[in-house]
């Protein structure tokens, strides 16, 4: 990220702007950073201008309580200013629920797109599970048991316990647990953790969900939900893809989306 701006709130913003075109934000999800999204971006940057941000909380922005997800809304509006006042949006996971409220919100985006957005309406006992996700995390934050909040994330998603505790002992951990805290911000993203029916009716927008065809049904089900809620929704599926989208795939989808 060789680039900074500053949020409405004073948080600095850290961010890299790639190739040539119309401008879309790349908005990364849970425990990621900007760099997670930079080869999406460098994906895009023969037909769009790609932008990759380090959302608050983590990489090279700062960080500013208490936290609301309208700080996040203002976020973006902050990085439209700095490169040009015209952007599309494109968020993965739950970084595609903060897309969709800063389109719901009224930000002065052309478009939107998001990959797999994990509402759980689709999920037997979804609700419930999202209820007892964020009462565990918000605790284990609370008592400053950052590995342990790690843990239930990677639980969320359907990691193997074998694998969760490789993954304690490996030389990763000491950076997922200094970005745990946002862990929070994502969840917060989330809302109740259902699709929120009402704010993707207020989008105005075009928007684009994809899912992979190899997800989980539910993740299908939901991208699929959120395309026939908003008005102008089109959904897409990848054959083949999961969760971890490959960027040569999703990035010609993208570009002609986004230049259309």
């Known amino acids: 990220m060789d680039k900074k701006t500053t949020s409405r709130d004073g948080t600095p913003l850290a961010y890299q702007v790639i190739g040539q075109g119309p401008t879309v934000i790349l908005v990364s999800g849970a425990m990621s950073t900007g760099g997670t999204v930079a080869p999406l971006a460098h994906r895009l940057a023969d037909r769009c201008t790609a932008v990759a941000y380090d959302r608050r909380g983590r990489g090279a922005s700062g960080d500013t309580p208490p936290y609301e997800v309208a700080r996040e809304v203002e976020d973006l509006a902050a990085l439209i200013d700095a490169v040009g006042g015209d952007a599309a949006l494109f968020g993965v996971s739950s970084g595609g629920a903060l897309v969709l409220e800063a389109a719901a919100s009224g930000l002065p985006v052309r478009r939107v797109a998001v ?134 795939v999703l990035g010609p989808v993208l570009a002609e989306f986004l230049t259309g």
Do not use: C
């Open 115 to 248: 990959y797999e957005v994990p509402f759980a309406d689709f999920l037997t006992g979804g609700a419930q599970r999202e209820a007892t996700y964020k009462e565990q995390l918000n605790r284990a934050l609370a008592e400053g048991r950052r590995g342990d909040a790690v843990e239930l994330f990677l639980r969320l998603t359907g990691l193997a316990e074998q694998m969760i505790q490789g993954a304690r002992q490996s030389p990763m951990w000491a950076g997922m647990e200094a970005v745990a805290p946002s862990l929070a911000y994502d969840d917060a993203v989330m809302g109740d953790g259902l699709l929120p029916r009402d704010r993707l009716a207020a989008i105005s927008v075009p928007v684009l969900s994809v899912a992979g065809g190899a997800s989980p049904d539910f993740l299908r089900e939901a991208s699929r939900a959120i395309a026939e809620t908003v008005p102008q929704g089109t959904y897409r599926v990848l054959e083949g893809q999961t969760h971890m989208v490959e960027p040569d």
